[in-house]
Protein backbone atom coordinates (compact mmCIF):
# COMPACT_ATOMS: atom_id res chain seq x y z
CA UNK A 1 0.00 0.00 0.00
CA UNK A 2 3.23 2.76 0.32
CA UNK A 3 3.57 5.13 3.49
CA UNK A 4 0.39 7.56 4.63
CA UNK A 5 1.64 10.13 6.77
CA UNK A 6 -1.01 12.53 7.83
CA UNK A 7 -0.37 16.21 9.81
CA UNK A 8 -1.90 15.57 13.70
CA UNK A 9 -2.35 18.58 16.43
CA UNK A 10 -1.81 17.20 19.89
CA UNK A 11 -2.63 18.91 22.84
CA UNK A 12 -1.80 18.42 26.30
CA UNK A 13 -5.58 18.08 27.93
CA UNK A 14 -4.48 19.53 31.45
CA UNK A 15 -2.22 22.24 29.80
CA UNK A 16 -3.66 23.54 26.75
CA UNK A 17 -0.21 25.54 26.44
CA UNK A 18 1.71 22.50 25.17
CA UNK A 19 0.69 21.19 22.33
CA UNK A 20 2.04 20.71 18.78
CA UNK A 21 1.58 19.75 14.93
CA UNK A 22 3.73 16.90 13.46
CA UNK A 23 3.47 14.71 10.93
CA UNK A 24 2.60 11.04 11.63
CA UNK A 25 2.37 7.80 10.08
CA UNK A 26 -0.89 6.34 9.55
CA UNK A 27 0.14 2.61 10.68
CA UNK A 28 -3.40 0.33 10.46
CA UNK A 29 -0.68 -2.55 11.95
CA UNK A 30 -0.79 -0.12 15.91
CA UNK A 31 -3.26 -0.45 17.76
CA UNK A 32 -2.50 2.81 19.97
CA UNK A 33 -0.98 6.29 19.28
CA UNK A 34 2.67 6.08 19.39
CA UNK A 35 4.76 9.24 20.01
CA UNK A 36 8.56 9.60 20.68
CA UNK A 37 9.34 9.78 24.36
CA UNK A 38 11.11 13.47 23.41
CA UNK A 39 7.88 14.80 22.27
CA UNK A 40 5.69 13.10 25.69
CA UNK A 41 7.82 15.00 27.59
CA UNK A 42 7.74 18.09 25.55
CA UNK A 43 3.76 17.98 25.67
CA UNK A 44 4.34 17.28 29.42
CA UNK A 45 2.10 14.48 29.45
CA UNK A 46 2.17 11.99 32.65
CA UNK A 47 2.73 8.42 33.00
CA UNK A 48 0.28 6.61 33.48
CA UNK A 49 0.68 2.25 33.51
CA UNK A 50 3.51 -0.21 31.57
CA UNK A 51 2.63 -2.52 29.27
CA UNK A 52 4.13 -5.33 27.26
CA UNK A 53 4.68 -3.89 23.85
CA UNK A 54 5.06 -6.67 21.20
CA UNK A 55 6.95 -5.89 18.07
CA UNK A 56 6.66 -7.26 14.42
CA UNK A 57 9.85 -9.46 15.16
CA UNK A 58 8.25 -10.59 18.60
CA UNK A 59 10.59 -9.26 20.65
CA UNK A 60 8.68 -7.95 23.66
CA UNK A 61 9.28 -5.19 26.11
CA UNK A 62 7.80 -2.70 28.86
CA UNK A 63 6.58 0.79 27.56
CA UNK A 64 5.00 3.57 29.76
CA UNK A 65 1.37 4.54 28.64
CA UNK A 66 1.31 8.03 29.09
CA UNK A 67 -1.86 10.67 29.04
CA UNK A 68 -3.57 12.40 28.38
CA UNK A 69 -3.19 13.89 24.50
CA UNK A 70 -6.33 15.63 22.56
CA UNK A 71 -5.38 14.82 19.16
CA UNK A 72 -6.90 16.31 16.19
CA UNK A 73 -7.06 15.03 12.57
CA UNK A 74 -8.84 16.66 9.59
CA UNK A 75 -11.09 18.44 12.13
CA UNK A 76 -11.71 15.42 14.07
CA UNK A 77 -10.44 14.99 17.65
CA UNK A 78 -10.39 12.93 20.82
CA UNK A 79 -8.41 12.15 23.97
CA UNK A 80 -6.15 9.38 23.91
CA UNK A 81 -3.44 7.78 25.66
CA UNK A 82 -0.21 7.51 24.15
CA UNK A 83 2.36 4.81 23.92
CA UNK A 84 6.09 6.78 24.81
CA UNK A 85 8.60 4.89 22.02
CA UNK A 86 11.92 5.66 22.11
CA UNK A 87 12.82 9.37 21.18
CA UNK A 88 13.60 10.11 17.94
CA UNK A 89 10.73 7.45 16.82
CA UNK A 90 8.40 8.10 14.20
CA UNK A 91 5.24 9.27 15.24
CA UNK A 92 1.88 6.25 14.37
CA UNK A 93 -1.62 6.81 14.58
CA UNK A 94 -2.89 3.55 15.65
CA UNK A 95 -6.79 1.43 15.24
CA UNK A 96 -7.65 3.01 18.30
CA UNK A 97 -7.40 6.72 17.21
CA UNK A 98 -8.60 5.68 13.37
CA UNK A 99 -11.79 4.06 14.57
CA UNK A 100 -12.55 6.59 17.24
CA UNK A 101 -12.26 9.73 14.71
CA UNK A 102 -13.68 7.41 12.21
CA UNK A 103 -11.09 7.92 9.64
CA UNK A 104 -10.48 5.57 7.04
CA UNK A 105 -7.08 4.99 4.95
CA UNK A 106 -7.56 4.86 1.11
CA UNK A 107 -5.30 1.88 -0.38
CA UNK A 108 -5.64 3.35 -3.78
CA UNK A 109 -4.74 7.09 -3.20
CA UNK A 110 -2.68 6.16 -0.07
CA UNK A 111 -4.36 9.16 1.84
CA UNK A 112 -6.67 9.44 5.03
CA UNK A 113 -10.29 10.48 4.91
CA UNK A 114 -13.17 10.54 6.93
CA UNK A 115 -15.56 7.67 6.78
CA UNK A 116 -17.50 8.48 3.28
CA UNK A 117 -20.36 7.02 5.36
CA UNK A 118 -20.14 9.60 7.87
CA UNK A 119 -18.50 12.84 6.04
CA UNK A 120 -19.82 15.19 8.73
CA UNK A 121 -18.71 13.56 12.15
CA UNK A 122 -17.98 10.67 13.29
CA UNK A 123 -20.07 7.39 14.15
CA UNK A 124 -19.73 5.46 17.13
CA UNK A 125 -20.88 1.99 16.62
CA UNK A 126 -22.82 -0.42 19.44
CA UNK A 127 -23.22 -3.53 19.24
CA UNK A 128 -25.56 -3.80 22.09
CA UNK A 129 -29.42 -3.71 22.11
CA UNK A 130 -29.36 -0.72 24.18
CA UNK A 131 -30.79 3.07 23.52
CA UNK A 132 -34.63 4.08 22.73
CA UNK A 133 -34.36 3.16 19.04
CA UNK A 134 -33.20 -0.60 19.84
CA UNK A 135 -35.59 -3.19 18.70
CA UNK A 136 -35.25 -5.65 21.46
CA UNK A 137 -35.97 -9.18 20.76
CA UNK A 138 -39.78 -10.65 22.05
Known sequence: ?????????????????????????????????VLPTDLVEGLGLRR???????????????KWVCGIVAVEIQGRSGNFDVLAEESGSQPLIGQMVLEELDLVVSPRTRS?????ESPDMPTVEIL???GTHAQRPT
Open 112 to 116: LTANP
Open 128 to 130: SLG
Open 1 to 33: MGKVTEKVRLTNVFDESKSAEIDAVVDTGATML
Open 48 to 62: IRQVRVRYVNNHVEP
